[in-house]
């Protein structure tokens, strides 16, 4: 955790990319993929994300993993699902979430 | 899962219908309450059922158009010509956008988008209220408006017909002062489970506030989500508390939650200092005290489910409140009640696969049939003891017990037929969307006129009709009505006129698709088979002939290949498909008048009336209905023509005589000589063309049951099928239309392959 901590500003490991379609029939592959990427301590690619499902959305909030470069819709649905904080927080600082 | 949804989309179809016919009433200038209701309905169902499938572009769609309906339901607006075309067009889109949701194309969203901004348009002029361009703003102006002006309240109740208990809350409690509508939702894994997804109960809320002009504030409790390691994926954890502007009526917010009521908790309070009574609804709504004991311990994925529920400081209000919801939601959404729940779901969808074709059915034909079942069982009883008797007497009653039991049997016949069958107005009304479509391709106005929509057909023929009338009135589109210039420089008027008609003649349905356009040019279509190669150049045909040639394969006049038709295909495949259900297709052409197209279809595929009669040695069937009468022919009243044939006057009626038994090549024609007190059947096709047949004897009347010969054996001249007789010999029913046609030369009816010359 303190390790990425300190990587957390300049992630030095490619984020991982996320599905385009976070349905409900993606959120064991999601889960998976989050788990990899807090192994490595990366962050989660957003760009192609079209759709974002409840379930999924939980599991991006459990995780605290960052989003990189969210893209319009990934936007429009976390607002949609009142956590849009969760969005802006990891630009400032993404140790306050993985904390 | 994919049960349910194709259930759904079964569902889909009939509202479709259900609205086409609304949406056509409107039209003709029906606008009564129910008419309008009726349409409301069946679009907030396609709406209510898409939202549980997660379907976005259908939700979002449907929402704005039923909407808009509203607006016509609570009359801020009229049907007039304009607006009940925009639901039209929005109508088409929603029945693409049902295909697309069920696999097929995908919609164009400039068309989708287009049809939105009509309706938003026609929902913004007819509004009087302040912003009041949705429905839930009018509904919600009103408990409002209630409370100082009681007397306000009867007529709109009397206009929300549906939702009386709307406002039996606005009677009982204090109507709420401006104050904010706060919802708390939290989704049950069931919910997720069932495909739908608790974003789609966001966008709802989020919806209906935007409709009301206010903003929606939506905050996520996610207090009691486990860190990932500890996360069960499809566990709902999330709860979220949602704060509506004070527009927004309680029975707007809950039926968002319609679809959704079992599979999530969820409450709706209007914030006010003092009543904070909450909404409270359950997966159990029947039991309201189940509420209250889950929410005292709450299970481990529910720990936040509800907000503790406060205490009831107004405990009739409750009382009178708990039921409102639950009346609401059944009035509103009859449909509602066939989206199973998930757990008998899965038997029922398992009992009703895709591919099991269903049909209704009125249920006084079942009762009709029932009675007669009743009867027959009876009538076996009491032929079984008349059997056992021996004497004379006895056996005269057990014949009399069997003609009667033989009648029985038909009743149950025609009682089975009833129930297959079904009216053609299922088809007829796709049509009109056929047409709108077709208009908007060409850029012609035309008017599509449905006429016995209610002549009842079975329902094979039904399902198998609709090709070949889409590709008729394609063509009736596209090549029969000419352009708007030219209709006013021939001196007709601007709007094209297409009849599209159904009628029962002489035990066949007739479906005539007549258009008031420029009628076939013959000259046209002989000059391009003959480019074609379908003729020879120097061919000389009769103008029925020449207009048949447009069934030919590979023949299309259109200068430009268009999109409607014209590909070269069609003509072809419409006349195989009224073929193959025995069927066929008369072409009459007025140049400059227009053109009329017959179909002339068998009612029923199984049975049929028929006389036996013997020609050349053997028993034969020929339809009764097909049968105008029968008489011993005269030698004085035949006349004979220059190639050998003869035709008999019948009360001052020509026609033509066909001895049966030559016609079949049975026998030798036989000499005029021998003609004279020889027994005829005058016989009528359906385009009302008579002939004469001469048989040797009429032997008796009976039901024959229908074998198709051209499946056991191959396609004959003369005969449409064969039976079994009670004997149990074999026995062929002739086909009384292609022997007139043969005898009166028409060339419609011969089969392509006796004419090689002309197909080159």
Redesign the interface.
Known sequence: MIAEDEAGPTLSIAPVPLPERLDTAAVEALKHLVARAEAEGSALDASGVAYIGGLCLQVLLASGRPLVAPSEKVREAFALFGVSEFLSEPSTSSSELSA | MDDILQIFFQECDEQLQELERGLSALSDGESEHETVNAVFRAVHSIKGGAASF?LDNLVRFSHVFENSLDGLRSGRFAPTHDVVKTFLKAMDVLSDLVNEARGGAAVDPARVAESHAELAAINSTGGDHDGGASAATTEDVIPVDFSPVPIDFEPVAADFEPIPFDFDFGEETPAPAAAALRVTFH?HDAL?ER?D???NI??GL?DIARECGGEI????D?SA?????D?V??K???T???VLPPEVSEESANTVFDWVSEDCDFSIVRESAEDEVPLEQDGEQAEPAETEAAGAPPPEEERTAEPPAPEPALPPPVEALLPMPVAAALDLHPGSTTTPPPATGAAQAAARKPEQASIRVDLHRIDDLMDLVGELVIAQAAIESLSRRTDAAGQHELVQSISSMQSLTRDIQDAVMAVRAQPVRAVFQRMQRVVREACSMTGKDIVLTLEGEDTEVDRTLVEKLTDPLTHMLRNAVDHGIESTEARIAAGKPAEGHIVLSAEHRSGRILITIKDDGAGINRQRVFDTAVKRGIIPPNAVLSDDEINNLIFMPGFSTAATISNLSGRGVGMDVVKQAIQSLGGRITISSTPGKGTIFGFSLPLTLAILDGMLIAAGGSTMVIPISSVIETMIVKQSDIYALPDGSNVISIRGDCMPLIPLATALKLSDAPSRDSLDASIILVVENESGARAALIVDEIRDQTQVVIKSIESNYRQIFGVSAATILGDGSVSLILDVSALVASAIGHIDSKPSNTRPELAA
């Open positions: 997660g989704p997720y495909g997804d608790a974003r966001l966008i989020a504030q939506i905050t996520c996610w989500l486990p860190p990932l390691a996360l994926p499809d709902s954890y999330l979220w508390h949602i």
